[in-house]
């Protein structure tokens, strides 16, 4: 029997409190911690998959540079030096915005990277900023950055004391939550509908979280902004507005209202594809639960309209009343406050500051949309970008076009990648740079404690010691930041050292403890008194609760007055390309078929994918499409078929399923490995196909600038066929909207 040691899983959002059992060096097993205050015992199959990656053959342990078609291991001293000068001389010959950053998901579920990445990115000094952001919840933080003042106050689903839950675009059995942590959140979705309350899941599938629901309805891609007009509309109409306690601080009901006149549910039925009196039962039953919440997520953000979606989902929340009440849409107060801490340095968001170079694609955040990243590469011209940093990140899988972007890294003059593994994009680097595994790290939920559906505080010790000469992370973006400072005026660069020495000095635990020390529940610098700090929190190993979500507003809101703007213009302008959208479909978008992606359990993004035994109980990686399209088009069951869109075409095998719409065809998300380089033992075994070769760089929405990932334009034929005769059924592909 070893010794049993309890942390956090950092997969994914959900947090789940993990019971390792450890013998000497060796990890034994991975089980759920019962005694976990927040998720109670819940794991998924993944966890498995943190030990498989800390023993991963494949896993990078030493700095590699490329030579030739070749590796090499060499020292991390040589690796910093020779980028370090590389990056200057780039910088010196076309200007600082001709290097790129790229950062990954994964950075979000690191804390000792987050606390890091600022300074690594002030030493950048570039505007060609990007990351995941952009193909994934960026609608939602321009929401909050207009209505509530900041991009990071996002409000979360009350899911264990609502009434009535209306989801759009998630699957959170499959995804585990998203801007909405829970550990076990079919349990807690279960105890809803268990106790009298409703569920309606809006997707355009029916997945498991549709087939727990007590009521799911179809919707055709990209249409949830007219739906959620449609919503705001019988509202209105039915006069069931009622803001409540919210009343004094909230502005521009009567501007809303003029928003939506349009969209009645009439009128927008034939284009989201649910009937009227549906749309109408939907506002009428969520107006009048006792306690209502409307949540959208990657289906509603990463589409054409993403950005009109977010915002009328806190739309229908504000105007019902239920935002920032119990069983409605509510803000965290965590014990390690990151909106704070980030308003506090002056970084509370940002929009169209600047624009892309080539499109003119606005900033946001301080980033430019990921949909640029491979035009701003393979554009020539003053700024071209020559040079590009990934960090925890797989943009050859997980961008737009992302044929384009492979074709513009196999060019690029110098890339470094900051990751575990030589993935499809790191394939391309110069230098490849390991940080330490998840196990040998502490951990800190900094921003999934933000976006939890209860207040709560956690930390998890390394589980083992990092390897002799192993570098964390955020030891690796500090070096670089020191060595990419080399260029700054003399005081500029002082100052920069002088606090980069600081971070250094207190590594990411003693940042963790002054937080939490001068967080909501901190101790401040009273030896004696009671409260929060590290110390005390590590000795909870299970973890603190501290209680259910509470009002907040408006204390909390980060606009002049503590206003909260209920139809920010730079939002409201963009229903205007909704009344044309509406106007253009009646003439020709209801034939043309539209794909999705999808997220299944046993994955994670791009990658996991080498773990043995997470694929092993993998379903198999198909199309999925309606009988009633695939017998339009002669195909059938398991049949071969050519999937083609404006930038590319793949080949997959076809799954015919009354589970999706007419209409509709959907790829998993996270596929497409086997290339050449890619050191990938596992995976290149199973690669299955990469649907961001069919998305659309141009598909995107314009307001926020998010990658249109879901609702792509492409036609659809049997392989055997293809060269005898064309689809002919759907030839609208090249007409994006
Ligand atoms: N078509 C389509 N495209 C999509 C999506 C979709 O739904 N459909 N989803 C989008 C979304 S929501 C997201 S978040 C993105 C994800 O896209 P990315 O963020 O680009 O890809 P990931 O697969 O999350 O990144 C995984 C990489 O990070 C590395 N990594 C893991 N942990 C660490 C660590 O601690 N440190 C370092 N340095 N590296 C680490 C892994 O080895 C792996 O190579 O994809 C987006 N793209
Ligand atoms: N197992 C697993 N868990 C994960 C991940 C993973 O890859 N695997 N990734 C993590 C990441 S980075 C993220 S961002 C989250 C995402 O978490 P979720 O958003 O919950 O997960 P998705 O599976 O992307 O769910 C999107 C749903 O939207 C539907 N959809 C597509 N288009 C539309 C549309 O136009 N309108 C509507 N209403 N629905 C639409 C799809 O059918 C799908 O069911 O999951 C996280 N958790
Ligand atoms: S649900 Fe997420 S946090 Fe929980 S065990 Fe699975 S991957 Fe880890
Ligand atoms: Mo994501």
């Given at each position: 029997m070893g010794k049993i040691h309890y942390r956090t899983c950092n997969l994914c959002e959900a947090m789940c409190g993990l019971a390792l059992e450890v013998e000497g060096e060796r990890l034994i097993s991975i089980r759920g911690d019962a005694g976990d205050v927040f998720s109670q015992g819940h794991i998924c199959p993944k966890a498995v998959a943190l030990g498989d990656l800390h023993s991963?053959?494949?896993?990078?342990r030493s700095p590699q540079r490329r030579v030739g078609d070749g590796w090499e291991a060499i020292s991390w001293d040589d690796a910093f030096h020779e980028i370090g000068e590389r990056i200057a001389e780039i910088r010196t010959t076309y200007g600082r915005d001709s290097v790129a950053v790229y950062l990954g998901n994964p950075n979000v579920h690191n804390y000792g990277s987050l606390l890091t990445l600022l300074p690594f990115l002030e030493a950048l000094e570039t505007r060609n900023r990007f990351s995941a952001t952009s193909a994934d919840q960026l609608p939602q933080m321009l929401a909050a950055y207009l209505m509530f003042g900041h991009q990071l106050l996002l409000p979360v689903p009350d899911v264990d004391r609502t009434d009535y839950f209306l989801m759009l675009g998630a699957n959170p059995l499959e995804s585990n939550g998203s801007l909405m942590s829970a550990g076990g959140i079919k349990r807690r979705l279960e105890h809803l509908v268990a106790r009298g309350g409703q569920l309606v899941v809006v997707d355009p599938r029916r997945t498991r979280t549709a087939e727990l629901a007590t009521r799911h309805l179809f919707i055709r891609p990209g249409s949830d902004a007219f739906f959620l007009a449609a919503i705001l509309f019988a509202l209105f109409e039915e006069d069931r507005v009622h803001l409540h306690r919210l009343e004094p601080f909230v502005q521009g009901v009567a501007e809303l209202r003029g928003c939506v006149a349009l969209f009645s549910p009439e009128a927008v039925a034939g284009r989201v594809g649910v009937p009227a009196k549906a749309i109408r039962q939907v506002a009428r039953d969520f107006g009048t639960a006792r306690a209502a919440v409307c949540y959208g997520r990657m289906g509603a953000s990463a589409q054409e309209f993403g950005g009109l979606a977010a915002w009328l989902v806190n739309a229908v929340n504000i105007v019902t009343g239920n935002l920032d009440r119990p069983g409605g849409a509510m803000f965290t107060t965590p014990a390690a406050d990151l909106v704070e801490f980030t308003a506090r340095l002056g970084h509370r968001g940002g929009f169209a500051r600047w624009r892309s170079r080539v499109r003119g694609l606005r900033e946001f955040g301080g980033e430019l949309p990921l949909s640029a990243l491979a035009e701003e590469m393979d554009t020539p011209g003053q700024g071209q970008v020559r040079a590009l940093i990934t960090v925890a990140g797989n943009p050859v899988l997980s961008t737009p076009n992302s044929k384009r972007l492979e074709r513009a890294l196999a060019r690029i003059d110098f890339m470094v990648s900051i990751d575990l593994y030589r993935n499809e994009t790191a394939r391309h680097a110069h230098f490849i740079l390991p940080p330490t595994s998840p196990l040998e790290r502490s951990h800190y939920d900094l921003v999934f404690q933000m976006l939890a559906v209860r207040n709560g505080a956690k930390y998890s010790p390394a589980l083992f010691p990092p390897p002799e000469g192993a570098l964390h992370d955020w030891q690796i973006l500090l070096e670089l930041a020191e060595r990419l400072t080399t260029s700054r005026p003399p005081l500029a660069r002082a100052v920069a050292m002088l606090r980069n020495g600081v971070l250094q000095w207190l590594g990411p635990e003693g940042i963790l403890d002054l937080l939490l020390r001068f967080g909501p529940y901190g101790r401040g610098v009273r030896p004696l008194g009671g409260g929060l700090d590290l110390g005390r929190l590590k000795s909870q190993v299970h973890g603190i609760d501290l209680g259910p979500l509470r009002p907040v507003l408006p204390g909390r809101l980060y606009t002049r007055n503590k206003q909260?703007?209920?139809?920010?213009p730079a939002i409201a302008m963009d229903m205007r390309r909704l009344r044309e959208s509406m106007r253009k479909w009646e003439g020709n978008g209801a034939h043309s078929l539209r794909l999705i992606g999808r997220r299944e359990l046993r994955s994670n993004n791009t990658w996991l994918h080498n773990s043995q035994r997470l694929l092993r109980g993998q379903r198999p990686l198909r199309l999925t499409l309606h009988p009633s399209d695939a017998k339009l088009r002669g195909i059938e069951e398991g049949q071969s078929v050519e999937v083609c869109s404006r930038t590319g075409k793949v080949e997959a095998l076809a799954s015919l399923t009354e589970a999706i719409m007419p209409g509709v065809v959907c790829l998993p998300f996270g596929w497409g490995h086997g290339k050449k380089g890619a050191r990938l033992g596992v995976a290149n075994k199973c690669p299955g196909v990469n649907i961001n070769e069919l998305t659309d760089e141009l598909f995107l929405d314009d307001l926020s600038g998010n990658a249109g990932l879901n609702g792509v334009p492409v036609t659809l034929h049997p392989v055997d066929l293809a060269n005898l005769s064309p689809d002919g059924i759907s030839g609208e592909t090249d007409e994006l909207r």
């Open positions: 991963d053959p494949d896993r990078i909260l703007f209920l139809c920010p």
